[in-house]
């Protein structure tokens, strides 16, 4: 059997799991979807609760916020399939065959991670920075994420065997936001297991406003540190971290901090504008770094 995983936060359901739904009975093969909204209290929820009418799939909303890694663990506990598709809810997928291919896949991988994609036309200026980031950063052909198969994986549309999962998890501890997705990839990269990946992406939808993203950044920058003090990563990990450790161990801040804070204004003008930068979005994570 194959579960559906999808963790999700004040989201209108019902698109997506009709898609699922869907593609899954085409491919007559067993099957179950299950959405878990993360204690948003959202509006959308009456309507979401029409997803329990639909054969083989369930919807619950927790009453307590359990965090993206706990949510994560949460459904999985609760399915019973012997492998676990995890797709975010802000997830799309882009071909009418979405399943039928991880359904070939798995019957030969461990682990498959179909890839993400963004939408081709640009959406409003005050949604941008999200896109271009994600254009640039997670948007990649399944030829060149091969190269480097443990660093170009995401969580948000990977498909994993139920005992490959359980010998791993996601780490309940993280509650804050921010790369408990690169955690789980390294433990499965200490197993030995290999991840394969193949041309079957899903459309990443939920594009957070310019500031929004900005702030959800150095969130993410302050959980990494976290992750780094504890040993869980190393600041090689993550691009931004190990630029700030070099800065730091070659005595530049005192030269490079006085630079990017008199650039700091620009670079935000920029990130907030319809034409956002990408390398400027770097400097300015390495401007918050020396900075906190």
Not at 234 to 247: F, G, Q, V
């Amino acid at each position: 059997m194959l579960s559906i995983l999808l963790p999700t936060y004040d989201r209108d359901m019902l698109p997506l799991v009709e898609v699922l739904h869907q593609q899954c009975i085409e491919a007559a093969y067993p099957f179950e979807i299950l959405v878990f909204d993360d204690a948003s209290h959202s509006h959308w929820n009456p309507s979401n609760e029409k997803i329990n009418s639909w054969p083989h799939c369930q919807f619950i909303s927790h009453t307590e916020n359990k965090g993206r890694a706990a949510n994560r663990n949460a459904l999985a506990k609760a399915a019973k399939g012997t492998h676990f598709l995890f797709l975010d809810g802000d997830m799309m997928p882009q071909h009418a065959d979405f399943i039928l291919r991880y359904l070939k896949a798995i019957q030969e991988h461990h682990i498959v991670f179909g890839g993400i994609a963004y939408q081709t036309e640009k959406p409003t200026a005050n949604l941008r920075l999200r896109w271009i980031y994600g254009k640039k950063r997670e948007e990649i052909p399944v030829e060149k994420r091969q190269i480097n198969p443990y660093a170009t994986c995401l969580t948000s549309n990977l498909c994993i065997e139920r005992k490959v999962f359980e010998a791993v998890q996601f780490n309940p501890t993280i509650a804050s936001y921010g790369y408990e997705d690169l955690l789980f990839v390294k433990g499965i990269a200490n197993t030995g297991q290999t991840i394969t990946h193949i041309d079957n992406p899903a459309i990443h939808l939920g594009l957070e406003e310019n500031e929004v993203f900005l702030e959800k950044t150095k969130q993410a920058l302050e959980n990494a540190k976290k992750m780094v003090q504890k040993g869980w990563i190393t600041s090689k990990d993550i691009k931004a971290l190990k630029w700030h450790k070099r800065i730091l161990q070659w005595r530049l801040k005192p030269i490079l901090y006085p630079i990017l804070l008199l650039l700091a204004p620009q670079m935000k003008r920029n990130l907030r504008s319809s034409k956002p930068n990408i390398r400027i979005f770097d400097l300015y994570k390495l401007y918050y770094l020396m900075r906190n």
